[in-house]
């Protein structure tokens, strides 16, 4: 069995009964992993047992610090028979492994803009898959467990893609940029080697922001008064529910956010203003609309994309009375409705991919 260290300091609180402590709180006591030194000293400040003989024995003590060797994941409760996760995580799979095969087959969609579509249709598909399976799990089998090392490359993968989610937005916006403002050297400037290198610095700044999350967690928090998270491993469902000072993960997680968030949010705004103003130089209100229209697709994204993660942050950190199933819902949302969503917005308001669907669909049928 694993063991349960507790501070002395813990008894000033008064007597109080542990379990009912715990069960209000909605706690939940771990599996936990080897615990160094396990011999009992006198005059310790630590108390060191077993769980049973804990919760048995020791009930005045009301706060617990835990050492755990995984967590535990619950979903959203009573959720379980609806069929809605398993559609959801199959339509975004579909939807993006669509987009893929028909820029790589239609040459007429070898173009930077494309090329970028791809790279956004990738990182969804790890957005989606790296969260989705262990909430299926949960929903079949009751597998809730995850592994604190799973639990960790989790939050990597999470926002290390989301990051690069964002940097492909940037790049996408000077694709737009350069293709209104500058439409004659469009083809000199965006060359397949400059594509390739704006999405290998996109995935580079994702890995530089969001590798130290995990080292840090790893290193400075090793003690948790819980293990329970509603959804997915996020940095702030994991800190939160750290005993240890926290405040280094806090900043530094706020400064990424603000990186990510803030910073390419205005970087955006910046380069539609550029390209709102070239617009409204054009001659006719048809050339206008129409040059618009190449950017509606690149909007509806962006939006899709910023507002849930932007609202499932703020909660995050500041909405501590909201109940948790908002929380999952929020999460759920900025990691499985944008790969859900963009491919439908990019098969609906790109033409050449309307058409090259259009006609796969009607080869299908012929075959049939």
Known sequence: MGQVMVSRSSAR???RDLNTNFLDQGYLICDLGHLPGTEQKENSTAFWGTR???LSSHAHFSYVCLIP??????????LESLHIWHSMYLVAVVGNVTILAVVRVEHSLHQPMYFFLCMLAIVDLVLSTSTMPKPLGIFWFGAGDIGLDACLAQMFLIHCFAAVESGIFLAMAFDRYV???DPLHHTTVLTQGVVGRLGLAALLRGVLYIGPLPLMICLQLSLYKACVISHSCEHMAVVILACGDSRV???YGLSIGFLVLIMDSMALA???VMI?????????????????????????AILIFYVPIAVSSLLHRFGHQVP????TLLANFYLLIPPILNPIVYAVRTKQIRERLLQILKRETKIR
Do not use: D, W
């Open 324 to 327: 948790p199933p908002i929380h």
């Open 13 to 15: 609180v008064g007597a």
């Open 69 to 78: 060797s995984s967590f535990q994941l619950t979903g959203i409760p009573g």
């Open 270 to 272: 910046a380069s539609y």
């Open 179 to 181: 293709a209104i403002c």
């Open 249 to 251: 993960n806090n900043v």
């Open 52 to 54: 049973s003989s804990f």
């Open 276 to 300: 709102f103003r070239a617009v409204m130089g054009l001659a006719t209100p048809e050339a206008r609309l129409k040059t618009l229209g190449t950017c509606s697709s690149h909007i509806c």
